[in-house]
């Protein structure tokens, strides 16, 4: 059952459910761009979650009241899932344990090869659920059960620009040098965060990502860096 929660004196948030999942991702992803769409003037913000939407709107348009009526007229639970994918973007990978640091320890948890965590994770077409961490750090999902894998009990402090990595059932590419504690597989020579584009972001919610494994040469030859 859809909830509404005043978060701020400009701000609601509006659940869609309680837990995550393929489908309610889809809700939400579904009505992020219908909101979206709308354009109305009242609207100055609204960041979609995996199960939620923040509004952030304007008090000239909006009360706390008038804002949730006009969400009620305007959400909608009608998903033709096929009609409504979103756009499918490849990205190149370099796979491998020159810049895959946990690529082993996948291996030894998941008693797979390399070769077949690199064909696992790159087989999959994954979906954007939402975007944040930071600008550009897009949550990718699912991941192949057979190579999910937990976090690293101790982040570190330096993870690389273009790290492709794996967190539960989850992945993403760190867009810029951060500390974090997810499981790096592979690189892309990529930019994920872009100053030039609205978003910030080289992908957005709603898309839906393929890995292309790469060679070394062809990862350098693009501009990655080792």
């Known amino acids: 059952m859809i909830k509404y929660k005043i978060a701020s004196v400009d701000s609601i948030i509006i659940y869609f459910a309680e837990s995550i999942s393929k489908e309610n991702v889809a809700i939400v992803q579904h009505n992020y761009v219908l909101l979206k769409n709308l354009k109305h003037d009242g609207v100055i913000d609204i960041i979609p979650s995996y199960t939620s939407i923040l509004i952030h709107y304007d008090l000239k348009y909006f009360t706390n009241d008038s804002i949730i009526e006009f969400l009620k007229q305007n959400l909608s639970f009608e998903i033709n899932c096929e009609k409504e994918e979103g756009r499918l973007v490849e990205i190149p990978i370099y796979y491998d344990m020159e810049v895959g640091f946990d690529l082993e320890r996948i291996s030894k948890l998941s008693s797979l090869s390399i070769e077949e965590i690199i064909k696992l994770h790159s087989s999959t077409v994954y979906s954007v659920y939402t975007i944040g961490f930071l600008p550009g750090f897009a949550y990718l999902g699912e991941v192949d059960k057979k190579i999910a894998t937990p976090r690293l009990q101790s ?72």
Do not use: C
């Open 155 to 226: 982040p570190r402090k330096k993870i690389p620009k273009g790290s492709l990595g794996i967190a539960d059932n989850q992945s993403a590419i760190y867009p810029v040098v951060s500390p974090g504690g997810w499981n790096i597989i592979g690189r892309t020579y990529l930019d994920m965060f872009d100053k030039n584009l609205d978003s910030f972001s080289y992908l957005s919610v709603g898309d839906r990502v393929k890995f292309k494994p790469i060679s070394k040469s062809e990862f350098i030859n693009n501009g990655g860096v080792i």
